[in-house]
């Protein structure tokens, strides 16, 4: 039963996460005078530190070697 509470509860709590991170980011533009897209690119690389943070190593180790010009994992290669 809990997991209906919940699962029907998971878009409406994603879309209020999203609301409130908007808001934050209004406030800022209004109160600080600060551009948009400054604050936008802040945002994108505070979400991308936190992400690096919340993931497990191994993720961040498989994608190392895409920014250096190295090959692509061997899990992501097609086969023809």
Known sequence: MLGVITGRWRLPRRLGIGVLYQLLF???IIW???QPIIVALSGFLALSGINLVILPRRAVWRQIGWGVGGSA???SRRSC
């Open 32 to 34: 600080v005078r600060v």
């Open 73 to 75: 994992p061997p899990s």
């Open 26 to 28: 209004a406030l800022i």
